[in-house]
């Protein structure tokens, strides 16, 4: 399978608790993005890397909220401190470098996040 | 701020009839996405969208964009069970991250 694959898809903390997750993209695809899904919404954009740059962050992505992408491919989100309104799905997905004029983007499973 | 707003928000609809999900942004854009996601599910891509007077079409679904009228529609034609899901809209912000920003969903029953 040569999707965007993401560990792990579940996850339940306590608050206060550190946790990372983890999102393997498609091979080749330089852009990568992290959304987080809450129930009954869409995905709302959290930040962005091109390569392992990250160019942009969502001003939902506080203090506590750390995402590196060291050689360019897999990326991880880590979250300190977890807090009860943390919990929510995480949705990673990538898109491809050759396409500059639109950004169809393909997103993996998700790591569904829950803060007891 | 930029919006995205689909309605209606929920769909209740009985196998082979037609129906028309709308998809109204706030920002000028001319490329819109639509995303098809199954409840626990991640999203799946339908259609992309790249211009003015754009129409896709797959199976029962075709959707369309105005970008004058800041605009999108899915319409569903004979449904059938197998399309009860959620769809959403996504507006392409063009620059910066190219990020995506998402209507809060069309969540679709098809009764048999």
């Known amino acids: 399978d040569t999707g965007v694959s993401q560990n792990p898809r579940h996850k339940i903390t306590k608050r206060g608790q550190n946790v990372t997750f983890r999102c393997d993209p498609i091979s080749e695809h330089n852009r990568l993005y992290w959304y987080r899904q809450t129930l009954g919404q869409g995905p709302e954009f959290l930040t962005y890397f091109q390569n392992e740059a990250q160019l942009e962050k969502s001003r939902l992505l506080s203090d506590r909220f750390s995402a590196e992408r060291p050689k360019g491919s897999f990326s991880t989100l880590e979250i300190q401190r977890t807090e009860q309104g943390d919990s929510a799905m995480y949705l990673c997905a990538s898109s491809p470098r050759d396409r500059p004029t639109y950004n169809e983007q393909f997103f993996g499973p998700g790591t569904r996040l829950t803060v007891l | 701020e930029l919006k995205v707003e689909q309605n209606p928000l929920f769909l209740s609809m009985q196998e082979g009839k037609n129906y028309t999900i709308y998809c109204n942004y706030s920002t000028t854009s001319d490329r819109l996405y639509w995303y098809r996601q199954d409840p626990g599910k991640s999203l799946e891509s339908l259609f992309v969208?790249?211009?003015?007077?754009a129409v896709k079409q797959e199976g029962r679904l075709m959707a369309s964009l105005d970008t004058k009228a800041r605009l999108s529609t899915l319409h569903i034609t004979a449904a059938v069970h197998d399309l009860s899901a959620t769809y959403f809209c996504?507006?392409?912000?063009?620059?910066?991250?190219?990020?995506?920003?998402f209507g809060t969903g069309t969540r679709l029953t098809v009764i048999p």
């Open positions: 996504a507006v392409d912000m063009i620059v910066g991250a190219n990020n995506l920003f």
């Open positions: 969208l790249l211009s003015n007077g």
